[in-house]
């Protein structure tokens, strides 16, 4: 072959090579997108880090600790022992009262990390950002963040742990500890200044009035370790801490008990200290109340002579309340001291001396409660002042003979004034079942409307709301042997004079009463005034509260002012004697409730003056004897209440 031709080949042969080269470049109509570039090894290995970062993250917000520690270094584990590491973690938990994580892993930063046994020279790392808010019951809220380090062994990245990861100045083998400082209780103190509740120098809580208003001062004792296990496991008591376990010691606890200060440190083995967390000491706060120990006193004193009774008094154009006395006598001082303050032993109080029968014991009103039958007569129309019925001996409903107290009577046709004077039950059963005529559910209304059945809404001391015996009540509450009826004429009946299934509080007839005589505002009754701490903050102030108008018309509250007056100005009214001479107006109302027993219930409420009310009274004696009644026998204490508070 010649040169020349040898020439030609080639070049023919890079001309199609060229052409080649050039058709392949052509566009074409629809050409395939070009694939993505293969990750590089830095990011895998950033989100396999991060993947374990989240692991680790997420099997603490868990408490599994136990994986946790599957998920760090084997070296740091051999360090710390994987014992350590979740016993720390646990300790925090429980001294701190943590109950929720919420923790949070970031993007993976690449970082190095000195080498460890195993490695010659820098290993490979990154570092993770983790937000942690930790709630605690004793701290609140703790939040921080931290760097997660994470290195790369042949079997995949490992967390690395400190203790620091959990606290900056936790060392190595630092334990956690928890310090406290007690918070000084506060006072319990009347508005002129009568200490009723005070701590001494030597921490013990004393009584400066030892038995007076004492079940509603109540009374604190220390906390078991039984308690604390059980009971209260969240809160920041201690063994041996006193706490609230009646009246106001312990349903104003929060408020007296102040907030201990507390500090969450790191101890080093050589017993070195250093902070971590904590909570600033709040002292107690001094509670003031309404309880006016003038009238108090007078109370318990009338009552005293009584191993079962109950008086209520309350400020009409506030509802506070003045005094709640309760019989038996109850002193405090026996629960903290074992004696008086004057030294006197006084043994252990049992449940019946600390129970506050002036706002937890309901009882059957008897009589009492025929204001409410009234005043439903006058909304309903059934009755007007001018209505005259008469007052037998008996009357007999669907053949069912009720009786007057002893079958009494009055003759002829007597006015409603007349027959609630002398408290005639076969007036007011008639009226209650016109009511029922005109609208079966105007009586029970009615005496909803006044407070019953529910609680006074009280701040700080517990209250029982009675028994409302209404149509609610009677759709869930068998009469006995399993059988229900729907509220009746006779449950009507039983109602209108305070007897069948009612029962309500001397606090809640005191506050009806108050409502009678002011208007028809019926208030929430105040005990607690405000709460102010040492340094002359006040954490709460409350101030009186209507709990609502009652639907009354006042022409209709004028005339059961006039009915309530001639139960004390009419020779035969049930109260003429006990206030015979009293030269303030009062209006009130005796009962002499049937107790299911031969020994009845003897109720007067009552409030004073007409026309201006400044005082309303509801004493009850339980379980006095057959021949007692609200008239002859409670209604004389409730004078000598009332003669205190108008003529000091």
């Known amino acids: 072959m010649t040169p020349a031709r040898g020439m030609a080949r080639t070049s023919t042969r890079l001309l199609l090579v060229a052409t080649l080269l050039a058709a392949c470049a052509l566009p074409t109509a629809d050409p395939s997108p070009s694939a993505s570039p293969a990750p590089s090894s830095g990011t895998l290995a950033a989100e396999a880090a991060r993947l374990v970062a989240r692991k680790f993250v997420a099997d603490w917000r868990g408490r599994r600790y136990d994986r946790m520690v599957e998920l760090i270094a084997p070296t740091d584990v051999a360090r710390y022992t994987s014992a350590a590491i979740t016993g720390l973690l646990r300790r925090f938990d429980q001294l701190a009262g943590v109950t929720q994580l919420v923790a949070v892993a970031g993007s993976a930063i690449e970082s190095s990390a000195p080498p460890d046994a195993s490695a010659e020279g820098p290993m490979p790392a990154y570092e993770v950002p983790i937000s942690f808010v930790f709630e605690t019951d004793l701290f609140g809220r703790v939040a921080f963040s931290r760097m997660l380090a994470l290195t790369q062994a042949p079997d995949g990245w490992h967390a690395r742990w400190r203790p620091s990861l959990l606290f900056p100045d936790l060392g190595d083998h630092d334990t956690l500890a928890l310090q406290r400082t007690p918070a000084p209780r506060g006072r319990i103190i009347a508005v002129d200044g009568t200490v009723f509740a005070e701590t001494r120098a030597d921490g013990m809580r004393i009584y400066p009035q030892d038995s007076l208003a004492g079940q509603t001062i109540g009374y604190v004792a220390p906390v078991t370790a039984a308690e604390l296990a059980i009971l209260l496991p969240a809160a920041s008591y201690q063994v041996g801490e006193p706490m609230g376990r009646s009246g106001l010691e312990q349903g104003a606890e929060a408020l007296l008990r102040g907030t201990p200060g507390l500090d969450l440190e790191a101890v080093s083995p050589a017993g070195v200290a250093a902070p971590l967390q904590d909570r600033p000491m709040v002292p107690g706060a001094d509670v003031q109340i309404t309880i006016r120990p003038d009238l108090q006193a007078t109370a318990e004193a009338a009552i005293g002579r009584h191993p079962d009774a109950a008086t209520a008094v309350i400020d009409p154009k506030s509802g506070d309340v003045w005094a709640l006395a309760s019989a038996p006598l109850f002193d405090p001082n026996a629960m903290t001291l074992g004696t008086t303050l004057a030294g006197k032993p006084l043994a252990k109080a049992t449940a019946a001396e600390w129970l506050n029968r002036a706002v937890l ?38 053949g069912y003979t009720f009786h007057n107290y002893k079958d009494h009577h009055l003759p002829g046709f007597v006015s409603l004034a007349q027959a609630m004077a002398f408290s005639c039950n076969t ?138 007056r001639a139960v004390i100005t009419l020779p035969y009214g049930t109260a003429y004697r006990a206030f015979a001479g009293f030269p303030i107006p009062v209006a009130g109302k005796s009962g002499t409730a049937e107790t299911g027993t031969l020994y009845p219930d003897a109720w007067f409420p009552a409030y004073a003056p007409i026309g201006d009310a400044q005082i309303a009274v509801a004493t009850v004696l339980v379980h006095v004897s057959t021949q007692a009644t609200g008239g002859n026998d409670a209604a004389p204490l409730v004078r000598r209440v009332m003669a205190r508070y108008f003529f000091p």
């Open 361 to 398: 014991t309901p009882h059957p009103a008897g009589s009492s409660f025929k204001p409410f039958t009234l005043l439903a007569a006058l909304k309903t129309g059934v009755a007007t002042p001018a209505t005259r019925m008469t007052c037998n001996g008996t009357w007999t409903f669907e």
């Open 427 to 564: 007036t007011y059963m008639p009226l209650s079942i016109r009511v029922w005529d005109a609208n079966p559910t105007a009586l029970t209304d009615m005496v909803a409307q006044f407070g019953f059945g529910q609680s006074t809404g009280i701040a700080h001391l517990a209250d029982s709301p009675g028994i409302l015996p209404d149509a609610t009540y009677f759709d869930v509450t068998s009469r006995g042997r399993g059988r229900y009826s729907p509220y009746g004429p006779f449950d009507q009946i039983q109602l209108a004079i305070g007897q069948g299934s009612f029962q309500g509080t001397p606090l809640q007839l005191a506050n009806a009463y108050a409502a009678f005589g002011n208007g028809g505002t019926l208030w929430v009754p105040r005990l607690v005034i405000q709460a102010t701490l040492p340094d002359g903050q006040v954490v709460e102030r409350n101030e009186p509260h209507a709990m609502r108008q009652v639907d009354i018309a006042p022409e209709h509250l004028a005339f059961l002012a006039q009915t309530l």
